[in-house]
């Protein structure tokens, strides 16, 4: 089975960074793509980042691009969210997910990075940004 563990979240004031960490394990497939979301309170699931894992594609969601960074260390099976310059409004709980096709492709960049076609979610890590 494939297991996600997300963690780095907590709380900072508006311009600080955190940074992710989402830690894979039970991944066999030959390819695959990892995604960050996240949800605020009555809010959809928005796509904020994805990364394949064969050919190294990276899309970002136009929220978060200049701001936020996706990195993987597949020795540690380990993809990253770096997140820079935080504003109150990206408050919300932080998931990773994971998908056995290699969706951080041109479909995702033209129509977004899409919830409902990753099969396999993390418990969520909660980021607090305060004014």
């Known amino acids: 089975d494939v297991q996600l563990q997300a963690s780095g979240g907590g709380k900072v004031q508006a311009g600080g960074s955190l940074r992710l960490s989402c830690v894979a394990s039970?991944?066999?497939?030959?390819?695959?793509?990892i995604a960050w979301f996240r949800q605020a309170p009555g809010k959809e699931r928005e796509g904020l980042s994805c990364?394949?894992?064969?050919?190294?594609?990276?899309i970002y969601g136009g929220a978060v691009k200049g701001r936020f960074t996706i990195s993987s260390d597949n020795a540690r099976n380990t993809v990253y969210l770096q997140m820079n310059s935080l504003k109150p409004e990206d408050t919300a709980v932080y998931y990773c997910?994971?998908?056995?096709?290699?969706?951080?492709?041109?479909?995702?960049?033209?129509?977004?990075?899409?919830?409902?076609?990753?099969?396999?979610w993390g418990q969520g890590t909660q980021v607090t940004v305060s004014s």
């Open positions: 997910a994971a998908d056995p096709r290699p969706l951080c492709d041109r479909t995702a960049q033209e129509m977004g990075i899409r919830f409902y076609e990753y099969n396999d």
């Open positions: 990364i394949n894992s064969r050919d190294n594609n990276i």
């Open positions: 039970g991944l066999t497939y030959d390819d695959y793509a």
